[in-house]
């Protein structure tokens, strides 16, 4: 698509608003700035294509976390732009949700969502759709391999770009997937073994 970043998940529903959703494992990816940052992102994309502002879409940048980042204590946080003085919408069509992931209430929707993205057992999810996506991959010949081409391109990418951030968000995801050992992690991505072991250590605090 032409982007600076590559986001984990870009999708437009049926009335033409782009979701842009992120799985944060580490607090600092989840900064505020980030977010906005993402925000500016597509909209730049889409005025290369339009070159109107008029026609920008609405646009929602969603942060999957795994702790509570914005310390509110809410499963959810909703982010819209106000005019302050009047307190009402300021409805520039931009909207920011962080999905508090340390939440894993399975009575709520919500909930049950978040369990299984932190589930790796497609039998124990809630939601069939997604435990049969795990399930290819984890369980086929043909999803692991895929899987594995997938990787290899995403650390190549990193490796090429030379900046840390990318290759610090490889090793996150390898060190996530729990098929690497520290040392293949840190000789894959380029990074010193120590902070691989400092991510590491994150994933788990």
Same mark, same amino acid.
């Given at each position: 698509?032409?982007?600076?970043?590559?986001?984990?998940?870009?999708?437009?529903?049926?009335?033409?608003?782009?979701?842009?959703?992120?799985?944060?494992?580490?607090? +600092?990816?989840?900064? *505020?700035?980030? +977010?906005?940052?993402?925000?500016?992102?597509?909209?730049?994309?889409?005025?290369?294509?339009?070159?109107?502002? $008029?026609?920008?879409?609405? $646009?929602?940048?969603?942060?999957? $976390?795994?702790?509570?980042?914005?310390?509110?204590? +809410?499963?959810?946080?909703?982010?819209?732009?106000?005019?302050?003085?009047?307190?009402?919408?300021?409805?520039?069509?931009?909207?920011?949700?962080?999905?508090?992931?340390?939440?894993?209430?399975?009575?709520?929707?919500?909930?049950?969502?978040?369990?299984?993205?932190?589930?790796?057992? *497609?039998?124990?999810?809630?939601?069939? *759709?997604? +435990?049969?996506?795990?399930?290819?991959?984890?369980?086929?010949?043909?999803?692991?391999?895929?899987?594995?081409?997938?990787?290899?391109?995403?650390?190549?990418?990193?490796?090429?770009?030379?900046?840390?951030?990318?290759?610090?968000?490889?090793?996150?995801?390898?060190?996530?997937?729990? $098929?690497?050992?520290?040392?293949?992690?840190?000789?894959?991505?380029?990074?010193?073994?120590?902070?691989?072991?400092?991510?590491?250590?994150?994933?788990?605090?």
């Amino acid at each position: 698509m032409g982007r600076s970043v590559r986001f984990d998940i870009d999708a437009v529903d049926s009335v033409g608003a782009e979701y842009d959703i992120e799985i944060q494992q580490a607090s +600092a990816d989840a900064d *505020p700035r980030r +977010a906005r940052y993402h925000s500016s992102v597509i909209d730049s994309d889409f005025l290369r294509k339009r070159q109107d502002f $008029t026609d920008l879409r609405e $646009t929602y940048v969603i942060f999957i $976390t795994k702790y509570d980042v914005l310390k509110g204590g +809410a499963p959810i946080y909703f982010i819209e732009r106000m005019v302050t003085n009047l307190g009402t919408p300021f409805g520039d069509g931009e909207h920011i949700v962080y999905v508090n992931g340390a939440d894993k209430d399975v009575a709520t929707e919500l909930g049950k969502l978040v369990h299984d993205l932190n589930c790796r057992n *497609p039998d124990e999810m809630f939601f069939k *759709p997604l +435990a049969d996506v795990v399930r290819y991959f984890k369980e086929t010949e043909e999803g692991r391999e895929k899987m594995c081409q997938i990787m290899e391109e995403l650390i190549n990418e990193a490796v090429a770009e030379n900046t840390e951030n990318n290759r610090t968000e490889i090793a996150l995801k390898l060190l996530e997937d729990g $098929t690497y050992s520290l040392e293949r992690v840190a000789y894959l991505t380029s990074l010193p073994v120590d902070k691989v072991r400092e991510l590491a250590s994150q994933l788990v605090g």
